[in-house]
């Protein structure tokens, strides 16, 4: 009935407005309540409505607001060409009203893509850490180019992140430094990393050398200073950061109802004036001691003593009662007060715990908000409103808090926990402006898994990745697979088979084949199968593969397959262990006969990095482990293993002599040693336990096999 | 100063009532442009929905009885509108004073009719759609005549088209507001900003801290977070009724329809046209048009003439190109027609672009790309053009949507259904309580004319063992989220259950551990499509497939009991309540349709009551409780308007189940093959 009306007035009001809809955002209330009737007819003695102020309903005849002809003659008057308008735009926008448009080279990505170059590091300069690890993350990624011509940005080896001038890291002469590399072209198609700038006693947003026409990826950044879709607000993240991996996120199960000990906590440093002060000042007033507990202490800088006020030994004693980390795992919500700058450690660190952020620092620009939707993880105050910021996380519905917590666990994970996240995710955002037709959307940035791992270049479709079909409403459909089924009765000759899996391969949609080989004639020779470009698997029998696929349709984002394969800590070897023994749980299922997304194929050809690829493709071994360790990443799920047949037979086409390799004692020395440095490079382990199987509903059951869909299984 | 103020009274029967479709789009204009403006605040939490209170009338006033106003040539005029302005700056909050039971309340300025010292009116009183937008904020839940209540202020000046004021005048009218203070809260719409010959793309009428609600921004006068980007209203397609046009490949793949275009982009226009022949369709102005048809509604392609709106309906792509402006009326028309907009507009900042996910609906080529546009929509995978001209997205938003692997150290709940069988159900606490992960074992006593055994006689078990009373004996209170409830899985088990092995059930949580967000149960069942009888029908007997799990033996996140206590749709729980069955059905239903996702089935096990039973239990056996079943599930799927149930083949085993293995040294070496 809601659902009528609401499309119903949708089709009415007939324009861009419909779309809106579609966040949910928006509630139209289809009873026709009369609560303002009643409003008005109640409302008797305290006011009196005065039909001087009461809005009329007009029923004049008006005149509309455009003379039809307005437009059409205005639209054809004007002199300067849309060529010219975009020149004189681009010449008067610069500085504080840089833009894309205005300040960026296209031209430059136009040949080789989005490429980034790292200037070459200059003898005796000093990279504090935190910058280093930018660097490595970038000089590790695919953007990475050594050669400047083919470069469509460029960052500099000058460690700019901390520019505050009484800190010990910052770097003298930044302006000269700057002015003298010769690929500087004032700025343009540069981007610059900073995470402090300016210092007490005001704190500018000043980094203190002129960046000309580079772009900023900032933190802490207010929106006046902001210059929406050329600047990229990143969050602050200490020198601890880890480069890679980064620790998961602290929630391990929802918890229902989904209220924790605490409903609102801070613990903080306190300035007693000046800039920023102000607001953690005043949080005493809506501590209370039992579910609300800010604390903040004077004790830092050197002389505290000196100017503390007449709270600040009240506050310290609260403040040493209580253990930080208890707080923030034990709370609903954490406040992130600005400090004397807008950002706070605070953010990622309630981020990570699941504890909902709830905003107290008017004027930021939060962390890649161009893509980020935060009011779907955090709650953003008003500081001018703290005394009514517990009524109104009281006042949140227990689901939004479920959905507000779960959130940011997925926005740590995708975008925060690791430096190399944050300088991916600044580089994707920059990457989306200038292939703005090839972008990801919202809910591509908003959804597991992520922008990270969701490369527009392979479609422009949402349905053509594993992960939005229930956001679609779609099913996965069952063209991804060519499955090429050999009878007896019809296969003669093996040549139009053969002619058939070339016809295959050449389908866009077509990521595999597989050819089930049942019927009574050999298969052809080795040299007769046809080279395709797709993998082809050649299996006897016929019902395994079915099921598998059916299995598949109902996980189209992870990998089904068959013999499956662990993995351990080796305590005595401190490294990752690698068994193909017969175990009561699996991590990995090899892929020479799985049934996985083709996605994953683009994925593992344009995602990982070369250095991995190579070392893959030299040992001719280990690509099954890669796909696992990427797919586990994405979904942070195990792969599914079916039944198998124990007499596991299968022929890999142009794969033939790998089965001699198994022999190989060296084989499962690469593999392990694989494992370790496919862990090491994405930062943890993410492969993962499961002790489960998938049999068909009736397996093993003891009804007639008449009954069953899946006899052969039941032969194994 | 004021003329006087005349009311004349009618009576509600001769008031023409405004087109519900026009209503409709102003109430819901208004509300996006509240929602963008209190995206990024705290009051996203605030209330916000809107209601129109139909039919209900006052008395109507005409515009030609509005009191005029003289103002005087040296009234102050407000500053220039404030660039830095954002919500903390220039937003007085102070006067939305927080109470949950309030909403936002606007406040409309009566409607005056201002002249300069000459006598001159400074614009039009008031245009139809001027007046439209604000008799819809009249009649939303916002509005309020009390001044001294409102948040927002919106004066009734008709600032829509700046073409048909006096930029200085109307500036110095905004100023004399009784509330003006520097236009602080005050919201001003305005859909066609600029003048010759520059166009600039903010209304350039002085207006301080006033928050604009503008059709045509441009990157670089928009405040973000602060004004509000609205599209420009096309009367051209609000008044003619187009119908709707299912997705799928139209008769011109791009259609250019603007008539008003730079020759500099006629000319590549002509150029596409050239390039792809038919495909490409480019309209122009008729020149030589019979009498009677509106111009602005025929659109001329050399000498063949199209009726337009209509004609947008034709294309797969229609171009939106800045002209003047930035912003344009025909993008209204191309969205209300389901073509898909491809907008060429540099730094044009699109409508409601806060909230609206434009990528998913249009596509914004750069200026520079025009000659391109072609084969990047020609890109354009065809599933996702449909998707486009849809423009609407069947979601499934699964509530507990994190991937997520609950550690095994929290264990399960156990909760037990009972009335009086007190020794099988004696027999199924111990069983249970030997199941490795169980934390905590809860009895829900339905039996309200007999108490309970005494502490005493029951099983003496190593977890804690409660029990509930209830008031009444329905089978919903299977389901309530008890308080008593601390792990996130429950395993909900009837009574007289007793052969499920402490292995199966064990195994049965580690899988219900991957799967935290499904049923996962040992019963399976399915619901097929009768075709003799066009109805679902209930199946139980040997089947290769599996949509349900009875949740007399089953696995599930303790947040389904909190939902199947609160948000079932409909009747359902009582209907279960009244007809003592199907709350099983019920809860497979639910939890399918609020995730999207299957059921998952464990271990081969058939017989569940004793080893003699047959495979399928007694009661199911019975022919009328398979009748009563088939009701329920189409009753159910009525109630939920589809039927969200999922098949599947499969079934969970543990990795080495029936392999050649020894047994000892498997995890679960336990699992029955009944």
Same mark, same amino acid.
């Given at each position: 009935?809601?659902?009528?009306?609401?499309?119903?007035?949708?089709?009415?009001?007939?324009?861009?407005?419909?779309? #809106?809809?579609?966040?949910?955002?928006?509630?139209?209330?289809?009873?026709?309540?009369?609560?303002?009737?009643?409003?008005?007819?109640?409302?008797?003695?305290?006011?009196?409505?005065?039909?001087?102020?009461?809005?009329?309903?007009?029923?004049?005849?008006?005149?509309?607001?455009?003379?039809?002809?307005q437009l059409e003659n205005e639209d054809s008057s004007v002199h300067v060409s849309p060529r010219q308008k975009r020149e004189a735009n681009s010449s008067i926008y610069k500085g504080k009203k840089c833009r894309m448009e205005s300040c960026f080279d296209f031209t430059l990505c136009k040949k080789n893509g989005f490429k980034v170059y790292v200037y070459p590091q200059q003898k005796g300069e000093k990279i504090a850490e935190s910058y280093q690890n930018i660097l490595a993350a970038i000089e590790g990624s695919r953007f990475y180019t050594s050669d400047p011509s083919q470069a469509c940005l460029f960052v500099l080896s000058l460690d700019t992140l901390d520019r505050d001038q009484l800190s010990p890291q910052y770097v003298h002469n930044l302006r000269s430094k700057v002015q003298s590399l010769h690929l500087w072209n004032n700025g343009r198609n540069h981007l610059i990393f900073n995470l402090y700038s300016g210092t007490w006693p005001d704190y500018t947003e000043d980094v203190g050398f002129d960046i000309g026409q580079a772009m900023l990826a900032k933190a802490s950044i207010s929106t006046e200073n902001f210059r929406p879709n050329f600047d990229v607000s990143i969050p602050l993240f200490s020198k601890d950061h880890p480069r890679t991996g980064g620790e998961r996120g602290f929630l391990k199960f929802n918890t229902i109802p989904p209220l924790r000990k605490y409903m609102l906590v801070f613990k903080g440093k306190r300035y007693l004036t000046g800039i920023g002060s102000d607001t953690r000042n005043a949080l005493y007033h809506v501590h209370n001691g039992?579910?609300? =507990? #800010?604390?903040?202490?004077?004790?830092?800088?050197?002389?505290?003593?000196?100017?503390?006020?007449?709270?600040?030994?009240?506050?310290?004693?609260?403040?040493?009662?209580?253990?930080?980390?208890?707080?923030?795992?034990?709370?609903?919500?954490?406040?992130?007060?600005?400090?004397?700058?807008?950002?706070?450690?605070?953010?990622?660190?309630?981020?990570?715990?699941?504890?909902?952020?709830?905003?107290?620092?008017?004027?930021?620009?939060?962390?890649?908000?161009?893509?980020?939707?935060?009011?779907?993880?955090?709650?953003?105050?008003?500081?001018?409103?703290?005394?009514?910021?517990?009524?109104?996380?009281?006042?949140?519905?227990?689901?939004?808090?479920?959905?507000?917590?779960?959130?940011?666990?997925?926005?740590?994970?995708?975008?925060?926990?690791?430096?190399?996240?944050?300088?991916?995710?600044?580089?994707?955002?920059?990457?989306?402006?200038?292939?703005?037709?090839?972008?990801?959307?919202?809910?591509?940035?908003?959804?597991?898994?992520?922008?990270?791992?969701?490369?527009?270049?392979?479609?422009?479709?949402?349905?053509?990745?594993?992960?939005?079909?229930?956001?679609?409403?779609?099913?996965?459909?069952?063209?991804?697979?060519?499955?090429?089924?050999?009878?007896?009765?019809?296969?003669?000759?093996?040549?139009?088979?053969?002619? #058939?899996?070339?016809?295959?391969?050449?389908?866009?949609?077509?990521?595999?084949?597989?050819? /089930?080989?049942?019927?009574?004639?050999?298969?052809?020779?080795?040299?007769?199968?046809?080279?395709?470009?797709?993998? =082809?698997?050649?299996?006897?029998?016929?019902?395994?593969?079915?099921?598998?696929?059916?299995?598949?349709?109902?996980?189209?984002?992870?990998?089904?397959?068959?013999?499956?394969?662990?993995?351990?800590?080796?305590?005595?070897?401190?490294?990752?262990?690698?068994?193909?023994?017969?175990?009561?749980?699996?991590?990995?299922? /090899?892929?020479?006969?799985?049934?996985?997304?083709?996605?994953?194929?683009?994925?593992?050809?344009?995602? /990982?990095?070369?250095?991995?690829?190579?070392?893959?493709?030299?040992?001719?071994?280990?690509?099954?482990?890669?796909?696992?360790?990427?797919?586990?990443?994405?979904?942070?799920?195990?792969?599914?293993?079916?039944?198998?047949?124990?007499?596991?037979?299968?022929?890999?086409?142009?794969?033939?002599?790998?089965?001699?390799?198994?022999?190989?004692?060296?084989?499962?020395?690469?593999?392990?040693?694989?494992?370790?440095?496919?862990?090491?490079?994405?930062?943890?382990?993410? #492969?993962?336990?499961?002790?489960?199987?998938?049999?068909?509903?009736?397996?093993?059951?003891?009804?007639?096999?008449?009954?069953?869909?899946?006899?052969?299984?039941?032969?194994? | 100063?004021?003329?006087?103020?005349?009311?004349?009274?009618?009576?509600?029967?001769?008031?023409?009532?405004?087109?519900?479709?026009?209503?409709?789009?102003?109430?819901?204009?208004?509300?996006?442009?509240?929602?963008?403006?209190?995206?990024?605040?705290?009051?996203?939490?605030?209330?916000?929905?809107?209601? !129109?209170?139909?039919?209900?009338?006052?008395?109507?006033?005409?515009?030609?009885?509005?009191?005029?106003?003289?103002?005087? *040539?040296?009234?102050?005029?407000?500053?220039?509108?404030?660039?830095?302005?954002?919500?903390?700056?220039?937003?007085?909050?102070?006067?939305?004073?927080?109470?949950?039971?309030?909403?936002?309340?606007?406040?409309?300025?009566?409607?005056?009719?201002?002249?300069?010292?000459?006598?001159?009116?400074?614009?039009?009183?008031?245009?139809?759609?001027?007046?439209?937008?604000?008799?819809?904020?009249?009649?939303?839940?916002?509005?309020?005549?009390?001044?001294?209540?409102?948040?927002?202020?919106?004066?009734?000046?008709?600032?829509?088209?700046?073409?048909?004021?006096?930029?200085?005048?109307?500036?110095?009218?905004?100023?004399?507001? !009784?509330?003006?203070?520097?236009?602080?809260?005050?919201?001003?719409?305005?859909?066609?900003?600029?003048?010759?010959?520059?166009?600039?793309?903010?209304?350039?009428?002085?207006?301080?801290?006033?928050?604009?609600?503008?059709?045509?921004?441009?990157?670089?006068?928009?405040?973000?977070?602060?004004?509000?980007?609205?599209?420009?209203?096309?009367?051209?397609?609000?008044?003619?009724?187009?119908?709707?046009?299912?997705?799928?490949?139209?008769?011109?793949?791009?259609?250019?329809?603007?008539? *008003?275009?730079?020759?500099?982009?006629?000319?590549?226009?002509?150029?596409?046209?050239?390039?792809?022949?038919?495909?490409?369709?480019?309209?122009?102005?008729?020149?030589?048009?019979?009498?009677?048809?509106?111009?602005?509604?025929?659109?001329?392609?050399?000498?063949?003439?199209?009726?337009?709106?209509?004609?947008?309906?034709?294309?797969?792509?229609?171009?939106?190109?800045?002209?003047?402006?930035?912003?344009?009326?025909?993008?209204?028309?191309?969205?209300?027609?389901?073509?898909?907009?491809?907008?060429?507009?540099?730094?044009?900042?699109?409508?409601?672009?806060?909230?609206?996910?434009?990528?998913?609906?249009?596509?914004?080529?750069?200026?520079?790309?025009?000659?391109?546009?072609?084969?990047?929509?020609? !890109?354009?995978?065809?599933?996702?053009?449909?998707?486009?001209?849809?423009?609407?997205?069947?979601?499934?938003?699964?509530?507990?949507?994190?991937?997520?692997?609950?550690?095994?150290?929290?264990?399960?709940?156990?909760?037990?259904?009972?009335?009086?069988?007190?020794?099988?159900?004696?027999?199924?606490?111990?069983?249970?309580?030997?199941?490795?992960?169980?934390?905590?074992?809860?009895?829900?006593?339905?039996?309200?004319?007999?108490?309970?055994?005494?502490?005493?006689?029951?099983?003496?078990?190593?977890?804690?063992?409660?029990?509930?009373?209830?008031?009444?004996?329905?089978?919903?209170?299977?389901?309530?989220?008890?308080?008593?409830?601390?792990?996130?899985?429950?395993?909900?088990?009837?009574?007289?259950?007793?052969?499920?092995?402490?292995?199966?059930?064990?195994?049965?949580?580690?899988?219900?551990?991957?799967?935290?967000?499904?049923?996962?149960?040992?019963?399976?069942?399915?619901?097929?499509?009768?075709?003799?009888?066009?109805?679902?029908?209930?199946?139980?007997?040997?089947?290769?497939?599996?949509?349900?799990?009875?949740?007399?033996?089953?696995?599930?996140?303790?947040?389904?009991?909190?939902?199947?206590?609160?948000?079932?749709?409909?009747?359902?729980?009582?209907?279960?309540?009244?007809?003592?069955?199907?709350?099983?059905?019920?809860?497979?239903?639910?939890?399918?349709?609020?995730?999207?996702?299957?059921?998952?089935?464990?271990?081969?096990?058939?017989?569940?009551?004793?080893?003699?039973?047959?495979?399928?239990?007694?009661?199911?056996?019975?022919?009328?409780?398979?009748?009563?079943?088939?009701?329920?599930?189409?009753?159910?799927?009525?109630?939920?308007?589809?039927?969200?149930?999922?098949?599947?083949?499969?079934?969970?085993?543990?990795?080495?189940?029936?392999?050649?293995?020894?047994?000892?040294?498997?995890?679960?070496?336990?699992?029955?093959?009944?």
């Amino acid at each position: 009935m809601q659902a009528k009306k609401r499309y119903f007035i949708l089709l009415s009001a007939g324009s861009c407005l419909a779309l #809106l809809f579609y966040f949910g955002g928006l509630q139209f209330r289809a009873s026709r309540s009369h609560s303002r009737r009643e409003e008005h007819s109640g409302r008797n003695g305290l006011h009196h409505p005065s039909p001087d102020h009461f809005w009329p309903r007009f029923p004049d005849a008006l005149r509309p607001f455009v003379p039809w002809d307005q437009l059409e003659n205005e639209d054809s008057s004007v002199h300067v060409s849309p060529r010219q308008k975009r020149e004189a735009n681009s010449s008067i926008y610069k500085g504080k009203k840089c833009r894309m448009e205005s300040c960026f080279d296209f031209t430059l990505c136009k040949k080789n893509g989005f490429k980034v170059y790292v200037y070459p590091q200059q003898k005796g300069e000093k990279i504090a850490e935190s910058y280093q690890n930018i660097l490595a993350a970038i000089e590790g990624s695919r953007f990475y180019t050594s050669d400047p011509s083919q470069a469509c940005l460029f960052v500099l080896s000058l460690d700019t992140l901390d520019r505050d001038q009484l800190s010990p890291q910052y770097v003298h002469n930044l302006r000269s430094k700057v002015q003298s590399l010769h690929l500087w072209n004032n700025g343009r198609n540069h981007l610059i990393f900073n995470l402090y700038s300016g210092t007490w006693p005001d704190y500018t947003e000043d980094v203190g050398f002129d960046i000309g026409q580079a772009m900023l990826a900032k933190a802490s950044i207010s929106t006046e200073n902001f210059r929406p879709n050329f600047d990229v607000s990143i969050p602050l993240f200490s020198k601890d950061h880890p480069r890679t991996g980064g620790e998961r996120g602290f929630l391990k199960f929802n918890t229902i109802p989904p209220l924790r000990k605490y409903m609102l906590v801070f613990k903080g440093k306190r300035y007693l004036t000046g800039i920023g002060s102000d607001t953690r000042n005043a949080l005493y007033h809506v501590h209370n001691g039992e579910d609300v =507990v #800010l604390l903040t202490t004077c004790k830092h800088g050197k002389d505290w003593q000196k100017h503390k006020d007449s709270r600040c030994d009240r506050d310290n004693t609260e403040y040493e009662k209580y253990d930080y980390r208890e707080m923030l795992h034990n709370a609903t919500f954490c406040l992130v007060p600005r400090g004397r700058r807008l950002g706070s450690f605070r953010f990622l660190e309630a981020l990570q715990a699941a504890c909902v952020p709830v905003m107290l620092s008017n004027g930021w620009e939060l962390p890649f908000s161009e893509v980020i939707n935060w009011n779907q993880a955090a709650v953003i105050g008003d500081e001018r409103l703290l005394l009514q910021i517990p009524s109104t996380i009281r006042s949140i519905h227990q689901d939004k808090i479920l959905a507000l917590r779960q959130q940011t666990q997925f926005l740590w994970e995708a975008y925060f926990s690791s430096v190399e996240k944050i300088v991916l995710t600044t580089l994707e955002i920059i990457q989306d402006r200038i292939f703005k037709h090839i972008s990801r959307n919202s809910l591509i940035w908003n959804k597991h898994p992520g922008g990270l791992f969701v490369l527009p270049q392979y479609s422009s479709y949402l349905g053509d990745f594993p992960y939005y079909y229930a956001n679609l409403g779609l099913k996965p459909p069952s063209k991804f697979t060519a499955v090429i089924h050999a009878v007896t009765p019809l296969v003669s000759q093996s040549q139009p088979v053969l002619k #058939l899996l070339v016809a295959a391969a050449k389908s866009q949609y077509c990521a595999q084949i597989i050819v /089930l080989w049942n019927c009574d004639k050999p298969l052809p020779a080795k040299h007769r199968w046809p080279a395709t470009s797709v993998p =082809v698997i050649v299996i006897e029998g016929e019902s395994k593969v079915d099921f598998a696929f059916t299995v598949w349709q109902s996980f189209p984002e992870r990998i089904v397959g068959y013999p499956a394969r662990s993995h351990f800590w080796d305590n005595s070897k401190e490294r990752w262990g690698y068994t193909s023994k017969w175990t009561n749980d699996y991590s990995m299922v /090899l892929t020479g006969a799985a049934l996985y997304h083709k996605y994953y194929h683009y994925l593992y050809t344009h995602y /990982l990095p070369a250095s991995l690829k190579n070392m893959v493709d030299q040992l001719a071994n280990c690509e099954d482990i890669l796909m696992n360790f990427l797919v586990s990443a994405v979904t942070k799920l195990p792969p599914i293993k079916v039944t198998q047949k124990k007499q596991y037979k299968e022929t890999m086409m142009g794969q033939t002599s790998r089965a001699s390799r198994w022999a190989d004692p060296d084989h499962f020395a690469q593999r392990q040693s694989c494992m370790n440095t496919f862990a090491s490079w994405f930062g943890y382990m993410p #492969l993962i336990h499961s002790q489960m199987r998938l049999d068909p509903v009736l397996f093993k059951d003891q009804v007639s096999i008449l009954r069953k869909k899946y006899r052969d299984i039941e032969r194994l | 100063m004021c003329a006087s103020v005349k009311y004349s009274i009618r009576g509600p029967a001769l008031i023409p009532r405004m087109k519900t479709k026009h209503r409709a789009y102003y109430i819901t204009l208004f509300s996006v442009v509240l929602l963008g403006l209190i995206a990024t605040g705290m009051f996203q939490f605030w209330p916000h929905s809107i209601e !129109s209170s139909g039919d209900w009338s006052v008395e109507k006033r005409s515009v030609r009885d509005v009191p005029v106003v003289r103002l005087p *040539a040296d009234s102050p005029v407000p500053e220039r509108g404030d660039l830095s302005c954002r919500m903390h700056t220039c937003f007085d909050v102070y006067r939305c004073g927080f109470n949950p039971r309030n909403k936002i309340k606007v406040y409309i300025y009566p409607l005056k009719k201002y002249v300069g010292e000459a006598g001159v009116p400074v614009s039009s009183t008031i245009s139809r759609e001027y007046n439209e937008l604000l008799t819809a904020i009249s009649d939303s839940d916002y509005y309020t005549d009390d001044i001294t209540r409102a948040c927002l202020f919106v004066p009734s000046i008709d600032l829509l088209n700046q073409n048909s004021l006096r930029v200085k005048e109307t500036a110095q009218a905004l100023a004399q507001l !009784s509330r003006w203070d520097r236009g602080t809260n005050h919201l001003l719409f305005n859909m066609l900003p600029g003048g010759p010959p520059d166009y600039n793309t903010a209304l350039d009428v002085p207006r301080d801290r006033a928050l604009l609600a503008g059709g045509g921004f441009s990157t670089w006068t928009y405040r973000q977070g602060y004004d509000v980007s609205i599209p420009v209203y096309s009367p051209l397609s609000a008044e003619v009724d187009l119908p709707e046009k299912g997705p799928g490949p139209r008769r011109y793949f791009l259609l250019s329809s603007q008539v *008003a275009l730079h020759p500099e982009y006629r000319e590549d226009l002509a150029a596409l046209q050239a390039r792809h022949g038919e495909a490409v369709l480019v309209l122009d102005k008729c020149s030589n048009l019979s009498e009677g048809v509106p111009a602005a509604r025929r659109r001329c392609h050399k000498q063949q003439a199209f009726d337009y709106p209509q004609v947008l309906q034709e294309a797969t792509f229609c171009m939106v190109l800045r002209g003047a402006r930035l912003g344009q009326a025909v993008l209204s028309d191309v969205l209300r027609a389901g073509c898909v907009p491809v907008i060429i507009a540099d730094s044009y900042v699109l409508p409601f672009s806060e909230v609206l996910d434009w990528k998913r609906a249009s596509v914004v080529v750069p200026e520079e790309k025009m000659s391109d546009v072609y084969s990047i929509l020609q !890109s354009i995978p065809r599933r996702q053009i449909e998707e486009m001209q849809r423009q609407k997205w069947g979601s499934v938003s699964n509530p507990l949507f994190l991937p997520l692997i609950p550690p095994q150290s929290q264990g399960f709940t156990a909760i037990v259904l009972t009335y009086d069988r007190v020794e099988s159900l004696f027999r199924v606490i111990t069983e249970v309580s030997k199941v490795p992960s169980l934390s905590k074992l809860l009895v829900v006593w339905n039996n309200q004319n007999k108490n309970p055994p005494e502490d005493s006689l029951w099983p003496k078990i190593r977890v804690p063992l409660k029990v509930v009373r209830t008031a009444e004996n329905k089978l919903s209170n299977r389901f309530f989220p008890y308080d008593e409830i601390e792990t996130e899985a429950v395993l909900a088990i009837d009574d007289d259950i007793i052969m499920l092995t402490s292995d199966e059930l064990q195994f049965g949580y580690e899988v219900w551990r991957e799967f935290p967000d499904r049923l996962v149960g040992y019963p399976g069942r399915l619901h097929l499509w009768d075709h003799e009888m066009n109805k679902w029908k209930y199946e139980s007997e040997w089947t290769n497939e599996v949509s349900m799990v009875l949740t007399g033996a089953a696995f599930y996140h303790k947040y389904f009991n909190y939902l199947y206590t609160y948000k079932m749709p409909g009747d359902i729980k009582n209907w279960v309540d009244a007809h003592m069955n199907c709350e099983d059905i019920a809860m497979n239903f639910l939890v399918a349709n609020v995730t999207g996702k299957a059921v998952i089935k464990v271990t081969p096990r058939k017989k569940f009551k004793c080893p003699e039973c047959t495979a399928i239990d007694g009661l199911s056996l019975d022919q009328t409780h398979m009748v009563e079943r088939s009701e329920c599930i189409n009753k159910f799927a009525s109630v939920f308007g589809t039927m969200p149930l999922k098949v599947v083949e499969h079934r969970a085993d543990p990795v080495l189940y029936k392999d050649d293995f020894p047994e000892k040294l498997k995890s679960f070496p336990n699992i029955g093959s009944l």
